[in-house]
Each structure stands twice: as C-alpha cells, then as structure tokens.
C-alpha cells in the first residue's frame, strides 16, 4: 500500500524555467547595468541556451564552472569576477526567485491531509538547494527534504531512493516519486523500487516516456493519479 508521496523540486513543484528567467533578470542588472538592449538580449538568449534553464551538466559542461568559463568567452568579458564567485552568486541567489506552480502547496497540502507522509528528493548543492526550499514555503507540508549535496549521493543513484525510504522507516514500495527528468527521476525511482510519476513538464517534456508509467501535465492530476496507485 502507498504511504507516502515524494517530489522531485526542479520543474516538478518549481517552475525551474521561469525562476531561470528572473535570475537572469537580476544577474544581468548587477553585472551589466546599461548595457544595449539587442546585446543585452542577445547574451539572454546564449545564457538561456548553454544554461539549459539551470541544467548545464545535461547541456555538456562538467560542472556550472565550465558554463560560467564558456560564457565569459563568448561575451569578452574581460573583466569578470572570478568563475568560483559567478558560481557561489547562482548558488547564493538562484533561491531568491522561485517560482513554485500555483498548484504545488494545494496539492502537497491535500495528500498530507489524505494520510500521506509527502517530501522531496532534489540533486544540488546544499545551500542552493535548502534556499530554494526556504523561499518556496512548501517545507510546512513536507516530512523530510533529502539534498544530494548534503549526503553524498546523486540521483540517478538508486541509494538516495533507499535513503530516503529508510529515514521514514518505509519500504521504497510503498513510495511514489513524482519528477520530469527521464533517467534521475524516473528511471532512478524505479531502479530503488518506488512508483514513479512522470510530470511531463519543462525541459524533458515528452521526451523519454517511460511504458507503465504514469504521466501528469499538471499537479492538479496527481490526486488521482495516487488514487488509482494507493493500493499497489
């Protein structure tokens, strides 16, 4: 039987794309106030593009470093702070502009009020991520938050999902996981042995759906989705 539903947090409950978007806003208000508004829109778009909406690792770079490198040439920016700084700024910032889909806290909300312990199981940085948690006000309805970065261990690592499931003294078969990403999220979730959801949502929309799997387009289908699920 279902016990307990968990998310992922990137363009599962937060809106990664439109949050990406007002960081950029403000990244660019620091670092180059009154700069042109064609090139301005032009370095937009090549920071939209190589940034992949925040996921750089998937777009090639082995770390948000090589981005931040890879940007800096492009735009001849020679007298740029140092890569280590334009990083622990995302870090640092990103969390200061989530944007959580309006369906997010109604949805957690109502599954915790069907009996259901609820949490998230998100890749990143501790700090980054921990922001992210804390300007989104959906910690209220979460049992635990388990961050790569605070134990070592990155999905698609099946052991976060056993992790997880071992801190709330559940079995990984009673756990939904809910999340975009083809190979972290759903993938990774069944590999530990939870039920995954597909949020068929950003920037792996429609690309790699998994047969059996469910998928949702918007939170506000999760309900009976876990419903059709809850005696699995």
Same mark, same amino acid.
């Given at each position: ?130 922001? =992210?948690?804390?300007? $989104?006000? #959906?910690?209220?309805? %979460?049992?635990?938050? @388990?961050?790569? +970065? !605070? ?10 999902? =056993?992790?997880?499931? $071992?801190? #709330?003294?559940?079995? %990984?078969?009673?756990? @939904?996981?809910? +999340? !975009? ?52």
């Amino acid at each position: 039987m279902i016990k307990a539903v968990l998310f992922d947090f990137d363009e599962t409950l937060q809106d990664r794309t439109a949050a990406f978007e007002k960081y950029m806003a403000a990244f660019f208000g620091e670092f180059f106030p009154g700069i042109a508004p064609a090139e301005l829109e032009k370095r937009k778009a090549e920071m939209r593009l190589t940034g992949n909406g925040g996921y750089v690792m998937a777009n090639g770079y082995e770390s948000r470093d090589g981005w931040y490198k890879d940007l800096i040439e492009r735009w001849h920016w020679h007298n740029s702070p140092p890569v280590h700084e334009l990083t622990a700024h995302y870090d640092t910032h990103f969390g200061d502009y989530c944007v959580i889909f309006p369906e997010a806290a109604p949805v957690l909300k109502q599954l915790r009020l069907m009996g259901y312990v609820t949490g998230v199981i998100t890749n990143g940085p501790s700090v980054l991520q921990h922001h =992210k948690m804390e300007k $989104s006000g #959906l910690s209220c309805y %979460c049992d635990i938050v @388990v961050v790569s +970065g !605070d134990i070592g261990i990155d999905k698609p690592d099946p052991e976060i999902f =056993k992790y997880t499931s $071992s801190r #709330l003294k559940l079995e %990984c078969g009673q756990c @939904v996981y809910v +999340g !975009d990403h083809p190979v972290n999220d759903i993938a990774a979730a069944q590999n530990a042995g939870m039920h995954p959801v597909r949020m068929n949502h950003g920037w792996f929309k429609g690309k790699n759906l998994t047969p059996g799997v469910p998928v949702i387009e918007n939170l506000s289908e999760l309900i009976g989705c876990i419903n059709s699920m809850k005696y699995i």
